[in-house]
T-cell receptor, first 113, second 113 residues
């Protein structure tokens, strides 16, 4: 099936540091979504991107829709302990309709206070 | 409640048994989705409903899996003759329509012994 490749798999950072993670695909996506999942919870949508080249911010989070439409990036500035969790990129399955989301394997973020 | 709720939160069963997992979507949401999340992976699409009908069940792994939504609100995912490989977190999500943000529940952790 369709795969989204996320990197890095995990990150260990100090509080206050900036974080960058990315997601790539072999197929073109028309929408890129970034979710965060806390232990024992479902994913929560952080940012949605709908246009190639789009740069969108949500507080300390900034995400970009790659111009090739095959990648996306998420940056977190000035990390804090509550940023800990697993971050997933996702998008509607190419050719499958907007209702079927495909997810990457996630980037696990650990923030040391 | 305000969000998607799922019951039970945890289910332990023996190989070969039948299980039912319940999802209560956000009130008024017409679309409902089921995903399965294995350890260390992102959620994988199983099935989605628009109203009472299963609009796309292409993600169901085999005919042991079945889901219903008889009144267009609550949904039940049913798994017959459970196998150890069925062990995972089963996530439910709902949205106003199929092109809108999907809100996830906390999931049901299924363990098949």
């Amino acid at each position: 099936g369709q795969q989204l490749n996320q990197s890095p798999q995990s990150m260990f950072i100090q509080e206050g540091e900036d974080v960058s993670m990315n997601c790539t695909s072999s197929s073109i996506f028309n929408t890129w979504l970034w979710y965060k999942q806390d232990p024992g919870e479902g994913p929560v949508l952080l940012i949605a991107l709908y246009k190639a080249g789009e740069l969108t911010s949500n507080g300390r989070l900034t995400a970009q829709f790659g111009i090739t439409r095959k990648d996306s990036f998420l940056n977190i500035s000035a990390s804090i302990p509550s940023d800990v969790g697993i971050y997933f990129c996702a998008g509607p399955s190419p050719g499958g309709g907007s209702e079927k989301l495909v997810f990457g394997k996630g980037t696990k973020l650990t923030v040391n206070p | 409640g305000a969000g998607v709720s799922q019951t039970p939160s945890n289910k332990v069963t023996e190989k070969g048994k039948y299980v039912e997992l319940r999802c209560d979507p956000i009130s008024g949401h017409t679309a409902l989705y089921w995903y399965r999340q294995s350890l260390g992976q992102g959620p994988e699409f199983l099935i989605y409903f628009q109203g009472t009908g299963a609009a796309d069940d292409s993600g169901l792994p085999n005919d042991r899996f079945f889901a219903v939504r008889p009144e267009g609100s609550v949904s039940t995912l049913k798994i017959q003759r459970t196998e150890r490989g069925d062990s995972a977190v089963y996530l439910c999500a709902s949205s106003w329509g199929i092109y809108n943000e999907q809100f996830f529940g906390p999931g049901t952790r299924l363990t098949v012994l």
